[in-house]
């Protein structure tokens, strides 16, 4: 069984401060990593992909790959109130759609 | 934004009633699915499409029926609606298997 594992949080960081949100999964077959945002009462919107090990970088956002250890994170740089929102970690590997963590609540504090 | 839209964005019906809620895109990507989202258990898969007439079910497909006549067009319909099926319902679409997923606004469904 496929399985995207989130710590739900909530996390609070204060602004300006590096929120750090984790995601592990289960398979070894997992091939594409992705991080959406989540505002309440929206629908999910991608803000990183990551298919390979090492970094990603896309302006505040960083997202990190370890196959190894079967992880991926996304760090949020200079964090901002408006970055307040759920994050969902979302896993495939070849021939499956998009397996969803449930998602880490962070809250940026003024 | 990707050209996704689905309809209604709300809606109220009584158990045993059939619903209907449709996904529309504009990108003409090969890949559609449906997902509900529901508090503690996160986005789950219902039914996918990976062409007009090909669909696949999700970890969660009972009670539900889709159908993809043109690449535009994915319908959901539950069959005889249950309150165990109010949720919000994504559509999200995709290139390929393995690339990211858009998704649409959101259909709220109540049942009562």
């Known amino acids: 069984q496929k399985e995207v594992e989130q710590n739900s949080g909530p996390l609070s960081v204060p602004e300006g401060a590096i929120a750090s949100l984790n995601c592990t999964y289960s398979d070894r077959g997992s091939q594409s990593f992705f991080w959406y945002r989540q505002y309440s009462g929206k629908s999910p919107e991608l803000i990183m992909s990551?298919?390979?090990?090492g970094d990603k970088e896309d302006g505040r956002f960083t997202a990190q790959l370890n196959k190894a250890s079967q992880y991926v994170s996304l760090l949020i740089r200079d964090s901002q109130p408006s970055d307040s929102a759920t994050y969902l970690c979302a896993v495939n590997i070849w021939s499956t759609p998009l397996v969803f963590g449930k998602g880490t609540r962070l809250s940026v504090i003024a | 934004d990707a050209g996704i839209t689905q309809s209604p964005r709300h809606k109220v019906t009584e158990t045993g009633t059939p619903v209907t809620l449709r996904c529309h895109q504009t990108?003409?990507?090969?890949?559609m699915y449906w997902y509900r989202q529901d508090p503690g258990h996160g986005l789950r898969l219902i039914h996918y499409s990976y062409g007009v007439k090909d669909t696949d079910k999700g970890e969660v497909s009972d009670g539900y029926s889709v159908s993809r006549s043109k690449t535009e067009d994915f319908l959901l319909t539950l069959e005889s609606a249950t309150s165990s099926q109010t949720s919000v319902y994504f559509c999200a679409i995709s290139e390929t298997q393995n690339t990211e997923a858009f998704f649409g606004q959101g259909t709220r469904l109540t049942v009562v």
């Open positions: 990108e003409n990507h090969r890949y």
């Open positions: 990551i298919y390979s090990n």
